[in-house]
């Protein structure tokens, strides 16, 4: 069961940490569960992961950066003066943490927040905002398959419980597997589950939420999986991470509105850019081809030429060809 209590102490244990010297996460694991008292089954990689974006990206703003050196991160405090002992909430704080409760309410179908804002209310923390009224829309779909599905997996995650889930792919039959749930991420507003089915440990999986047919707790233990979920991602667009797959250099150009558009909203966080006149863009990512780069490709069929590598500029045409022929 994953431990949520103790979250202040952890964060206590970390700022010593951090004010020290350079650690990894797995020594701030082992640290964290020495000084609580717990087993080596107490603090997963995970929490220790979640309490370092909340100490950084919180109300504490604490300035932790990661040092790489080949594979291992270390992480340390910038400023070793800098203590979360010393910087208490200010009003103003508590007031954005409200703001934010309220917000996340807007993504209907994820785990009930009242139960956030009523501990903190009862801690004399926070007053309860009544008059707090709805001021932002998120891109959603209420009507999309699924949702019901959030909560039960969300509490899967968090209480590191593993579960068989009854999924059918399109055009497939239905399959049970045991899984263990480590993730979840919307892409493109769809929501998808991360994690490991029993007899793939090393795979990582994503399963829709909407070709979910039922899920069922178990009393199995549970494996995490030793990932961290931002560098998961970092080479990749959508939710597809094929660990075989390697980093490529796509090369295309994007022609009229098009070119502005991906110019000011880039497709990759890796996008490098040049204009070649006023209405033509040369792109070049740095990803790893999936299905998802693919389709928003095609997306913008008319208006993108794809240069390299040549084995996607094949597939391109071959794809185009097919759709047009729906016509003749």
Known sequence: MAITKNAYERYRILDRCFRKGEYQIQQLMEICNRELGYDDKGISRRT?????????????????????????????????SFSIENMPITEDQLKQIQSAI?????????????????????TGLMVMNAKSKPCVGFEENEFVEGRQHLTPLFNAIQNETVLKITYEPFGEEAVTYCFHPQF????????????????????????????IKSIENTTRPYKEMDIDWKEHFEDVIGVTNVKEVPVEEVHFVVHGKTAHYIHTKPLHQSQRA???????????????????????????????????????????????????????
């Open 102 to 122: 309220d917000l996340l309410r807007n993504f209907n179908g994820l785990p009930n927040l009242n139960g956030l804002s009523e501990s903190l209310e009862n």
């Open 48 to 80: 220790v992961y979640y309490d370092i974006d909340y100490m950084k990206y919180g109300p504490w703003e604490a300035p932790i950066e990661p040092r790489k050196e080949g594979n291992r991160r270390y992480y340390t405090y910038t400023d070793k």
């Open 184 to 211: 979840l991420k919307q892409y493109n507003n769809r929501w998808y589950i991360l994690g490991s089915a029993e007899g793939h440990e090393e795979q990582v999986w994503n399963l829709a939420l909407d070709r």
């Open 274 to 328: 040049h204009w070649l006149d006023p209405d033509t863009l040369d792109v070049k990512l740095n990803v790893k081809i999936n299905y998802e780069l693919k389709r928003i490709l095609l997306s913008y069929a008319a208006n993108v030429t794809i240069l390299a590598p040549q084995y996607l500029v094949n597939e391109h045409k071959e794809t185009l060809k097919k759709a047009l022929s729906q016509y003749q």
